[in-house]
Structures are given as C-alpha cells and as structure tokens.
C-alpha cells in the first residue's frame, strides 16, 4: 500500500549499476565492444533506462540466414536467462565489416516468432490436410532413412531428391549427396540467377561475376544492389564508397528502384531490350576505337575465331577488329533507340563515359532483364563485352570472375563424384541449362518422366515462389508422383502444408554452415554457428544435439544429415556410412565439431597460422571470430604465369595454345609466356564460343540481341496488352524466409502494380483502386500504385509478398500471410479467395495484438506459366499481360488458374529447345560448371532416344524464330 | 561535450536497417518508430527521382518537448541528449503536441512517451547508438559538436548541415547533409491512400483532410512513411469547454459581487456550478492521460516551466478558492466570501486563459501559436459561463428573490459572444495575412481547413453562424437568454472541436 501511494508521487528509487565506459583514444564513442571482451560483456538494458541496470553478456558470432550475402551477425546472449538479446554486425567479418541490412537484426524477431514450428511434425490422415503429430528426431530418422534405403536398395537412386532455395552455405550437401552416390541436388537457381550464369560462363568459365566496386571510376548496374540481390549489404557499401569517391553510377532497371534513384544516370528501355542497349555500348567504343586494344589481342579468343570461321583468311589482330566493327554496326545507338526508347544521346554519353573509365569500370547484372526475359541470357553475355571491350576484367575498380574471390574449403573425406545422371534435374532439351530445371519438376512428373520416393523441400517454397504453384500442389496431393515429401524449414509455408514431414531447422543463430561470397576483390570464409548451444558450451553445460539447446527441438541440418546417412547405412554396406565417419575416431559417427576441426585444420590456408599466433586451435579461431580473411587483394590472377614445376609434363596444342596436363587445361600460351588464363576450353575469353555452335545454336556464337517475349512489337497497347514485370524485391524482405519477421513485415506488406499514370487515366483507376491482371493462364486481382517510376506500358509488381494460410491458426505466420479459400473448381482449375486479412492475434508476444496494418499483397506468382528459356533453362519471368477494371464481384487477391493451359505453355516452350546429345554423344559439355559435378562418364549418354516426344501437337509459338532482327551469323 | 547526429543523404541507401536496430535495441514496439526513413517521389518519367530522408528525434537544444513535460520525464541532459524517463511519465501527449517532428509516441505497453534518446545506455558504456553502427552506408554520424576534431565536427566544417523546421527556433543538433529539397519538408509532399510497399495506417478522414492540405503545394508524392497519429481527442476539446463554463460561472458572478450588482448568496450557487464543471474538467484530465494513477504527479514533482503544471496548480487554487466560497456562504461567512471574491475572479480568468500559454507551448502546432488564443479564451469562458448561468440565475432568482443580476448575465453573454465573434473572424484574417511566414505557414494551413477544407461547414454554419451571429442578432431582440445561451453554448463546443482537430490536421513529418 505504501509503495502504490509512493508510486502515485513519483517513481522508486532507480537502480545505478556503474559500468566503466570503454570510449576510445579521441574520447569517441566506439562502434563495437572489443573482442577480447565477448566474453564477458556488460552493458545497461535499454528497456531499463534511464535505470542503469547491468546486464552481462556472451557475444558469439555467426552468419546472417536471411539471403544469400552471409554477413557477419554477432549474438549477444545473457547469461542470466541464457536468452539471445539481440544480434548486430560482426565487426571483423570482411564482407559486411560490421554493417547490416534490416533483415540482419530483424533475426531476433523470427527466432523469437512465436509462430515458429518448434518440433517435428508428421501428417496424419491426407496430405495437405492440415492435421499433424508430434514425433521425436528418432522417428523421423528411422522412417525417412528406411525409405531412401529402400530405394538405394531398389537401384531407385533417382528417386530421391534433395531441393534446396539458397543453400546458406558451401559444398555441405554436395558432399552428403555424393556420399549417397546419387545425382540428387534440385535448387532454385533456374528461376533467379540462372541466365545470367550462362552469359558469364560463356565468356569466362565462372558463372558469375565479381565486381571490385569500391575501386570503380564507372558502374553500370543491371541490378539493385543497393537494396536487394547477391550481395546487398557488401556490394551497396562498396558502391557507395565508389560514388562519395567520385564515380559515376548507371543503374537499368525498368522501374525506378532505390537503386536507381541513387544513380547518376536512370536507364529505363522497354524490358527485353537491354542487350540492345549494351551493344549499342558497345557500338560507340569499337567504333570510336575507345576500346583497350592490348586486353583484347592478348585475352580475347579471335585467333581461334579466325581461325575456325574465316580460314581462308589472313589471322592477325586488325582483321579481327575490322569485322568487330563490321559485326556490331548494326548496333547504333539510334537504333537502340528505337528498340529500347532510350535515347540515343544518353546511350553515347554513357558509352564515353564507360571508355573513359577503363579498366575500373565496374558491372554487374543480377536477375533484372537476365531473368525476366527470353533469351535474357545474352544480356550478361553483352554486359561482360563491355568489360571485356574496356579491358576491366580483373582490374583493380573491374569485373573478376567470382571463383577468385570466393574461397570452398575442401571438407574431410570427400566422396568421388556421382556416376549417375538424374534427368529430372539435367534434362537432355537443356544441354546448356545453369543449372536445374527445378520449376519443370511437376510437368516432368505429369508427363511421366520419373517419380520421387523421397523427396525434401528445404527451405524451399516452390508452391509459392516459382511460377505455377498450382501444378506443384497438384503434384505433390499426388502419392503416386512425390512419395514422402519431407520439408525442412524454420516455418510453415505454403509447400510444407503438403509434406508428410515437417522438421524445424535453425536460423541463423541457430546452425552451422560455412559461407563465402564474392563481395569484393579478396576471399573469406565466415562460420555460422548456433549461438546458445556455444555459449552455453563455454559456461559448461555439455550437449549431443544441437537441438538440445536450441528453442524447442529446432535442429540444425549438418546434424540431421549425418544421422539421416548413418541410418541409411547403419551397416556400412552401402559405402556410405564412411563419409559419415570421424576424422579422429576411426569408425566411429563424426560430429559436427569435428567436421568443422578437420575443414579448419586442413583446408583454409593462413588459417592454422593465424590462430596459432594467438595461442588458439584453428576451430576455436573460427568459433571465437566467426570469419576469416583468406586472401586480400585479389586482381589479374589469368595473368599469372605457370611455373616450371606446374609446366613439368604439361603439353602445348600447337593450334590452339592451349597448355594441357594429363587431359585437364591449365593454361595458355600467350606471347610465348604459360599463362593460367580462364578455364574455358581456349583458357581464353570466349567472345566466339564454339560450344554455342557445336550443341546448335550457331546463331548464338556472339555475344548478341534476342528479342524477348514481351517485345513491344509482341504487346498491343490498344487493346490493354501490358508487359507485367514481377521479379522485383524489397530491401526489407527475403522471399519466402521473412514472413516470420514482425519488424521486416511492418515496414512492408503490400506488393501493389505500380503504373504510369498515363495508363492509369486510361484504365480509369487511380491509386488504391483495383485492377484484373489476366496471364495466360489465368488472372490475379490486386491494388494500383500510381508512379513517375515506370515506364508507360508497362507494370510491375514485386514478388515479395502475397503469403497464405489455408487454417486459421496455423500453416501460416500471421504476421504475414491471408486467410485464404483454395477452390479446386475442376481437376485442372482452380480459384483462390482471400478470406481474412492479416489480422491482430494473441500469442506469447504481446507484439502481436498490435499488428496495425491488415494486407498480406497478392499472391501474383501462382497465374504465370513456366518459360523455360530453350538454351539456359531460366525461367523468363516477364508476363505479357491484359489489364482490365474489376468486376462488382471480383475481390482483392483473387486469383483464378488453369493447370492445364499451364501444361500446354509448358510443351510450346519446350519445343523451342534443341536437345543434346552435342559432340562425342555428350549430354553437356563438360567444361561448363554444373552444380554437384558428376563424373565424367555420366555425361555421355547411354542411348539417343527421348524421354518425351514434344516437337509434334504443340503451337506454332516459336518467339526465336519469330524474332532475329540481328542474327549474329547474318555476314 | 554536446552529442548531435549528422544524416548523409548523399550516402543513405532508404534500407531501413537503423528503423529496425533501433527496435531491437530498445525493443520498440510495433507501430511506434524511433527512427523512420521517409520515401519521396517527384518529376516525371523519366526523369523521376526518389529521395530518402531519416526522421527522427532532433536532441533539439531548445527543446520544446522539455519545456512542456510537466513532470520532468522529459530532460535534456549535460551532455545535449534529449532523454526521457519511462517511469515518471504521465502519458499526458503534451510532448507529442509540442514536438515539430513527430519524433514521440506512446508505447502500448508502458503507456508512456518514448522517442530516439541516442541509445544513451550504450553512449554511457562508449558505444555509438545502434542505428550509427548497422548502417551499410555509414550515412549516420553521431558525435560531440564541441569538439572540432570529431568526425561529425570535420563533416559540418565541410558542408553546411541542413535542419529540420528552422524556423521553429529548436535548433537541432540532427544535421542533413545532401538532402532533398522536397523530403524534410512535410507540406511539399502529398499522400496517396497507400504506398509503395505498405499501408499508410491512417484512417479515411485525416488522409482526406492531408490530401486537402497538400493538394496547392505537393511537389512530390509520398512513397513510404510510418503512421503518426493525432493524439488529443474529444477529452481535450471537452475539457476546455468543462472548464470555460467552470471559469466564467465563477469569475462572472464574482465581478459582479465585487461590483455589488448581485448579493453574495450568487458565489454560493456559482461555486457549486464551477466546482461541478471543475470536477468534470479535472475528471477529463487524468482520463486523458496514459497513466490516469500517475496524475497526482503534476502536483508533487512539476516541471515549473511546463503550463500544464502550471495550470495545474492554478486549477488547484481555482478549486480552493471556490470551495472556500462554498463554504463561507454555507456558514453564512459573507464577509469573507466578499473578500474570497477577488481571488476567485482573478483565479477564474486564470483557469480560463491558462490553457492559452499551455496550447503556445505546443510548438508542433503551428495554429495553436496565436497570441489571439488568450483573450478568446477568456471570451469562450464569459460566453460559456453566462450561458450556464442563464439557466440557472433565473430559477435562483425565482426561489430566492433577488440573487443574480439577470441583465448583467445578458451582457455577459452578449460580450462574450460579441469576443468569441471578432476573434474567429480575426483569426481568418490574421491567417491569411501570415500565410507567408514560414513560421506561421502551417497555421495557415490548418485554418484553410476550417474556411473551406472538410471543416468549412460545421465552422461557419455551426460555429460561427449558428454559434454567433444567430445568438448576436437575437440578442438585440426579447428572446429569452437561457434559449440563445443553448445555441451559443453547444455551437461552442463546435468549435473546441474544430479548434483543436484543425490544430492538429497537418502532418509534422
């Protein structure tokens, strides 16, 4: 009673716990506590100020789980309640230096989400449901592992599938793979990265690029990197850091994303013509001679151009530069501005300015029109021409291939590779693909090509995120199609509601991996780790499992994995339970400890040498700093000369220079120097690329222009025909993995179409209003946003966004997702309804009764067709499109689809192809990178028959042959 | 040592990663924002940009949050950081009204204010806020202003740092290098119904009432922005018509006392009146706080520049002095209820006008700042209290005889109408003259929604046709008091309305 009338007066006594300040020398603040403190930090409670009230901390760093950057996060845990505080950069991690973007400390709210699955769950009664048991990680195992043995023991080895979104770390499962003998890794880069992996490897051997920012006088983005893509956060400060340094900045992209909003220059071309516009670059500084003549005659393949398209003629540097010129003069910039509406003033302006910055000109595409488009591929492939044309390639401030700046430990007892070839993943129609054509699997299980025993879906949400979600849903209600489908992940998603296993893995202060990014010119390896089972470690507590210590029972996959393989092989008689053994006790099941011991010990170079200097074990380095630096400074490595030991035996092909040893490439003569060049077939880069005209593309053989699908010539305006443009991301969110973040889904809940205002009057719809968006095959309804910001003509829409739930309380985080009705409306159509809005809930976070906005967006993804590109697999994401004022009866997110119709745009595109085998019977040349590479003798075919006949009954719908304004073999 | 940020727009990439370290530090709760980053778009294709701008508390060296606090949970502290204390807080949103950058809001949880206070529990251990370290762009600086060598020092020696409403005269110590001309300035920006990636969060009404406001200056559209929300409701707009009546039943009887028009039997029923409306209007106040149980605090620890402690103590003698009076003529002291007279008249017009100073300090409305809000004050409490008073005095008068000067309550009335008037209309005037100066610009705008935004109706039928010029022109003719009085009374009440919605109708950020 006493202290209630006290408390009317003024307040209790606050507490004044004294903590010695740590500002540095200049009496500033400082940005980190130091590291010889992590462990044993103490700092004021916020939630407790102006209350001085200590609290004492364990700061264990780890890796970011969010996208695919891996920026360094540093834990703080308390040691009283042995919970995670909150979680910041890691200031010695040198991709993100300390910094992060929102998603970085926005983890704390999705491992604190009190919608997050926290046990494993198994399906009772029918799949999808809904209704699911509680089954501890020994059952789970037992079942899952006695399928896949089954199927090993069947010789039905293809039949098992591991399918992977970002993978979040490096070569983990490549090796749990191959130890299964199996070619069995499905992902997800054919509906992101995979075209502008082909451009790149075409030229380089990489498949991606590594821009030096930082160092840049000149960079041309076809990407946002500085609020979303491959690698956000590590690129945008590298970027900006150019930019406060003087250097100019050209941002493509359709519509105006923060990104270009940054740029010195905005470049919006009609979507599909961007390589237009690169060419015609390229036009200006061939034909101005701006180019850097030395890179060119040294680096780039002509002699082999000459020699093989015009033998007849003289080989010397000046013919090849003459029919360059005579090759692109087509490509002025007044005819891209026809093509693109981009004026032909600007494309010059840019052009010289790009000359003038030579070898620090700086580039980078990262889905933008690569992946939106058919035959987007080229796009990279005419980007890289301007690096190539300005020799900035491995240049300080220029373009080096990705594998230079990205460092794959090798990890103990690796497998040989598989000697299998699984053409659910590699089918023969895609010889060239980069890489699996995982967003054909449910028409390649409809047409009957395969089925699957097991299959995982790990962190992986093809139901939501890849186009034709309805078709994955029907396959996976089908037992006879997808036999045990198993899905590892944090959260419920749309795809797991139809599992038979629901298993929780961590996020990432909740797992081990090893990740590296290419973010700048130098390589580092950084090391997730589950913070509280390490802490907690350290304060002396003991654990088996990962699970053991963290929330629930949420486990980590490195673990999961080895036991799921010691089960399968518990005997040993299938060879696999050998790659599953300790590096240190013979015969005996490895740990996760040890695995990461023997990667650490053996396999990063510097490392064991820079622990040893500060008295520690090369793991409890890794554990202690959570990153390390492998090689700093990293430019020109195709220049380095081959020593004598490296030439000792090594034979010289007198046509081609190129340097072999026993079979494998290494090098190549370049002025009578052994030089290590690129590992193409010419160690060259390959301007002319003999692989596109040997597996039947010759009129690809240059980097060149492939009119899209959604050409404005293809779009009749008049009759409401819009070009839809759905592959862009929000800088707050991450795909499927960030609907659990109540902080990231405050910030942004709506995917709106952005408009002109132009074709807003004319549709008669201002912002807010409702608009019908019809595809091929079938429609979405969703709201207007009026904008400056994009081009007439066309719309766009991102495709973060548009979650569902088909339960009221589960299924779905109510952070983000709709209550919807799924209406099968006859075997092949289907009809979706938003039912409740995001709405306040009660759960253990009070947080949640305070949910102040009510959309989830609209779910766009599920009314397009596949687009398989017929020469890179990717998936051409960009929809033609008629847009229409909406019914009375027409709601927001309805969405209305037809499988069917979805099967027969299937087979047309896949008509388009031109299928292996190529040379010497193979199914893919063997040079280019392939995810998970088997063996060699998998890649040559065992007999030339087709899975599936698709070239009869299909629509005349041939966009490649319908558009070659330009054909490249036209001289 | 004199802690200041600078925000480098030059550099700032409108990630949103402070936004949501910031939540993570001090567990910011959803809906409330320390620290946002606004979105603007302006020009056209394809020419059209879109600028970023970080919004936040300005650690204002004058800060006007401080000075309204009435109980000192606000406090600037030696080492220039505006902080607050959780634990003294009333929740009486004064603050709210008072800061120009809509940079407080009110925690859900605890009910009380919070805002940016520069992470001062990491500042106290040496490290820097949480928002300057996620930054990808290091676009925040945050440092001593006093000390030329500090990084943040270097960087305004170098460029001239741009800030937030100067004209407000809080002298920020949030700095803007390379910002927009359009993003850190409220009313050249225009809100659709939704934005680029999220809802607005506002209800119909206030986005119409934006969209008015914008629809003559707007150069650029609002592309993303959190939700401000306006915080002083009907409680407020009822307390100052409670009071006006509580005030002018008083002190119009006691003028008339002491200019011995009505006997001293009058105060008795006047001060039963006030004390019943001064109940009520007190009964308005705490339940307009967040922490109702806190209110007693204004009295036992106040804040001696804040009006609303100063009101409170005012209002608290007012109370005395009327309770006394009761007192006095229920023993039949008249004397000193004679004597108690001139105290309670002058207490009377204090409580009256008070809230003048009290809505002056309100320096994030614009509109509030008139100097004409005093005097009309004091009118509104004549007009309200010799309308009560005309309904009772002639009932008084018929049990009692002689008691209330009836002619004196219609003069009253008529003079308070008469001021109420020429001070609605002059406040028109004197806006549209001042609608040039910066520091009155917003005020302006706030009026035009009175004159002919969404509340040119309800102000000029009811509040002033119906609320002056009826009773005015009827006045002059035998209609009964009490019947005017009703009109006068209830259009008043209009206004409060009007007066503190159109106060609060343009966006601060």
């Known amino acids: 009673m006493f202290t209630f009338i006290k408390n009317l007066v003024s307040r209790q006594k606050p507490r004044r716990d004294k903590i010695v300040p740590i500002n540095n020398a200049n009496g500033e603040l400082t940005n980190f506590p130091p590291v010889e403190r992590w462990d044993d930090w103490t700092e004021y409670e916020a939630s407790e100020w102006p209350d001085r009230v200590a609290r004492n901390y364990m700061l264990v760093p780890t890796i970011c789980f969010n996208c695919e950057a891996a920026c360094g996060l540093l834990a703080y845990i308390d040691k009283e309640t042995l919970q995670i505080r909150k979680l910041e950069g890691n200031p010695v991690h040198p991709g993100s230096r300390g910094r992060n973007c929102a998603k970085g400390p926005a983890t704390l709210s999705q491992i604190n989400d009190p919608e997050r699955i926290l046990y494993p769950m198994k399906r009772v009664g029918q799949r999808g449901e809904g209704r699911w048991t509680r089954v501890s990680w020994d059952d789970a195992l037992n079942d899952i592992a006695g399928k896949i043995r089954e199927a090993f023991l069947s010789n039905r080895h293809n039949e098992v599938m591991y399918h992977v979104g970002r993978p979040g770390h490096d070569g983990y499962m490549d090796r749990v793979l191959q130890a299964w003998g199996i070619d069995g890794h499905n992902s997800h880069t054919n509906v992101c990265s995979g075209a502008a992996r082909l451009g790149y490897a075409l030229w380089q051997g990489s498949d991606r690029p590594s821009p030096d920012h930082a160092n840049a006088k000149f960079i041309l983005l076809l990407s946002s990197h500085l609020e979303t893509g491959h690698y956000f956060n590590p690129h945008a400060q590298r970027i900006i850091e150019a930019k406060m340094a003087g250097a100019k900045i050209a941002v493509v992209d359709i519509r105006l994303s923060n990104t270009a909003s940054m740029a010195d220059y905005w470049l919006a071309p009609w979507p599909g013509t961007e390589a237009a516009l690169l060419l015609a670059m390229a036009n200006v500084i061939i034909n101005e001679d701006l180019f850097n003549h030395e890179f060119l005659r040294r680096w780039v393949n002509w002699e082999e151009f000459l020699r093989k398209e015009y033998s007849d003629q ?100 690796k497998p040989a590779p598989q000697k299998m070839w699984n053409e659910m993943l590699y089918p023969r129609e895609y010889p060239l693909s980069h890489h699996e054509l995982s967003f054909l699997l449910p028409h390649f299980l409809k047409s009957g090509r395969g089925k699957l025993s097991v299959y995982f879906t790990r962190v992986y949400n093809p139901v939501w995120t890849n186009p034709d979600g309805l078709s994955w849903l029907e396959v996976l209600l089908n037992e006879a199609m997808v036999g045990l489908h198993v899905a590892l992940t944090p959260v419920w998603s749309e795809t797991a509601w139809f599992a038979d296993y629901v298993l929780p893995m961590g996020v990432g202060a909740e797992r081990h991996d090893i990740q590296s990014q290419e973010t700048h010119a130098g390589s580092w390896i950084g090391f997730r780790q589950p913070v509280l089972k390490i802490a907690r470690e350290k304060l002396g507590e003991k654990f088996e499992f990962t699970y053991e210590a963290n929330p629930g029972e949420v486990w980590e996959e490195d673990e999961f994995w080895i036991n799921l393989s010691w089960r399968i092989d518990s005997d040993g008689s299938l060879g696999i339970r050998r790659h599953f053994e300790s590096p240190y006790r013979p015969g005996e099941k490895i740990t996760v400890d040890e695995y990461y011991r023997w990667i650490f010990e053996n396999s990063v170079p510097g490392l064991k040498e820079k622990a040893a200097a500060e008295g520690l074990e090369p793991l409890a380095y890794m554990r202690k700093y959570g990153a390390f630096a492998v090689e700093t400074d990293v430019y020109k490595k195709h220049e380095k000369q081959l020593s004598e030991t490296e030439m000792k035996d090594a034979q010289v092909d007198s046509t081609t220079n190129v340097i072999s040893k026993a079979g494998n490439p290494i090098g190549v003569m370049i002025d009578n120097q052994p030089i290590v060049g690129f590992p193409t077939p010419s160690r060259k880069l390959e301007f002319y690329s003999p692989t596109m005209k040997d597996w039947h593309w010759p009129e690809h053989m240059f980097p060149g222009y492939i009119r899209s699908h959604v050409h404005w010539s293809n779009i009749n305006q008049q009759a409401n025909e819009m070009v839809l443009v759905p592959t862009f991301r929000l800088p707050t969110l991450i795909h499927t993995r960030s609907g659990n973040a109540k902080w990231l889904n405050e910030i942004s809940h709506s995917n709106p179409i952005w408009i002109h205002p132009q074709d807003a009057q004319k549709l008669g719809v201002e912002t807010g209003d409702l608009l019908k968006v019809e595809t091929e095959i079938g429609l979405f309804i969703n709201r207007v946003w009026l904008t400056e910001g994009i081009r007439p003509g066309i719309i766009a829409c991102s495709h973060h966004l548009g979650r569902w739930r088909l339960r009221s309380t589960t299924g779905g985080e109510r952070w983000s997702t709709a209550l919807v009705d799924l209406i099968k409306l006859n075997p092949t159509q289907w009809y979706m ?118 070239t009869n009954s299909v629509d005349s719908f041939n966009p490649y042959q319908q558009s070659k304004p330009l054909d490249a073999t036209e001289r | 040592m004199r802690y200041g940020f600078v925000i480098d727009q030059h550099k700032c990439i409108g990630c949103h990663a402070c936004t949501v370290a910031c939540k993570a530090e001090n567990n910011v709760p959803l809906g409330g924002f320390r620290t946002w980053v606004k979105y603007v778009e302006e020009g056209e294709f394809p020419s059209t940009e879109r600028h970023f701008a970080v919004l936040r508390c300005n650690h204002c060296e004058n800060a006007p949050c401080v000075k309204i606090c009435p109980v000192k949970a606000l406090y600037t502290r030696p080492d220039g950081i505006v902080d607050f204390d959780q634990n003294e807080c009333i929740g009486c949103k004064a603050c709210m009204q008072a800061c120009p950058y ?182 308005l106040l705490v339940a307009d706080l967040r922490r109702p149980e806190r209110f007693l605090r204004i009295l036992l620890r106040p804040q001696w520049k804040s009006w609303l402690a100063i009101g409170a103590y005012i209002l608290t003698a007012f109370g005395g002095v009327t309770t006394l009076t009761l007192l006095a003529e229920t023993f039949n002291w008249h004397g000193l209820t004679h004597i108690l007279a001139f105290p309670g008249a002058i207490l009377g017009v204090m409580s009256a006008i008070y809230s003048g100073f009290l809505f002056r300090q309100a320096e994030g409305r614009d509109f509030w ?69 910066p520091q009155m610009a917003d005020a302006s705008r706030a009026m035009k929604t009175l004159t002919h935004g ?30 005017i009085a009703i009109l006068a009374l209830s259009s008043l009440y209009t206004y409060e309305r009007l007066w503190i919605k159109a106060g609060q109708s343009v966006p601060l950020s």
């Open chain 1, 314 to 413: 003289e080989c010397t540097f000046d013919k090849f530069v003459t029919l360059l010129k005579q090759h692109y003069a087509e490509f002025t910039p007044e005819f891209a501005e026809k093509e693109t509406k981009v004026s032909a003033e600007q494309i010059r302006k840019i052009a010289r300015e790009i000359a003038q910055a030579g070898e620090a000109f700086c580039t980078h595409v990262w889905r933008n029109a690569a992946s939106g488009n058919l035959g987007g591929w080229q796009v990279a492939r005419c980007l890289e021409f301007l690096n190539v044309l300005t020799g900035s390639i491995g240049t300080k401030g220029g373009v080096s291939p990705n594998t230079w700046d990205k460092f794959v430990p090798t990890p103990p007892n």
């Open chain 1, 833 to 950: 309804r938003q039912l409740k809005p995001v709405e306040p809930f009660t759960s253990k976070d009070p947080e949640s009764e305070l949910i102040w906005w009510s959309d989830a967006g609209v779910h766009q993804n599920l009314t397009f067709s596949v687009h398989p590109d017929p020469v890179s697999g990717m998936h051409c994401w960009h929809q033609k499109v008629k847009v229409s004022k909406t019914l009375p009866n027409e709601k927001y997110g309805d969405i209305f689809v037809d499988t069917a119709r979805a099967h027969q745009i299937y087979q047309q595109w896949l008509a388009m192809t031109r299928p292996a085998p190529g040379p010497e019977n193979l199914r893919r040349p063997r040079w280019l990178a392939r995810a998970v590479k088997p063996a060699p003798e998998a890649y040559v075919f065992e007999s030339k028959q087709l899975v599936e006949n698709t």
């Open chain 2, 102 to 283: 809509d940079a407080l809001y009110i925690n859900p949880h605890s009910e009380t204010a919070e805002k940016c206070n520069f992470c001062a529990h990491r500042v106290e251990v040496g490290l820097q806020p949480a928002c300057v370290i996620v930054c990808p762009e290091q676009a925040i600086v945050a440092g001593d202003l006093d000390n030329a060598q500090s990084p943040i020092s270097q960087l305004l020696s170098k460029e001239r740092g741009v800030t937030r409403k100067p004209e407000q005269g809080t002298r920020p110590k949030l700095y803007y290098l390379g910002s927009s001309k359009t993003a850190l300035k409220p009313e050249l920006q225009k809100r659709d119904n939704s934005y680029i990636w999220s809802q607005t969060g506002l209800d119909k009404p206030t986005l119409d009432i934006q969209a008015f406001i914008a629809q003559a200056e707007a150069k650029a559209k609002t592309a993303y922005d959190v939700p401000h929300h306006t915080n002083w409701g009907w409680k407020v707009w009822a307390y100052l018509w409670t009071k006006s009546i509580a005030a002018g039943a008083f002190f119009l009887p006691a003028l008339a006392l002491i200019l011995e028009w009505q006997t001293s039997l009058s105060l008795y029923y006047a001060a039963i009146i006030s004390i019943i409306f001064q109940i009520i209007t007190g009964g």
């Open chain 2, 369 to 437: 700042q008139s100097r004409l809000t005093t005097p009309h004050l004091f009118f509104q409490a004549t007009l309200a209290g010799a309308s009560v008073l005309s309904f009772v005095a002639p009932i008084i008068n018929l049990v009692n005889g002689h008691t209330f000067s009836l002619s004196f309550i219609r003069n009253a009335l008529l003079t308070g109408v008469l001021g109420h008037l020429a001070i609605m209309l002059l406040e028109v005037v004197t806006s549209i003259a001042a609608k040039d100066k």
């Open chain 2, 454 to 483: 969404p509340y040119w109706y309800q102000f000029w039928i009811s509040a002033v046709f119906f609320g002056a010029i009826i009773p005015l022109g009827l006045l002059l003719t035998a209609t009964p008091t009490f019947l």
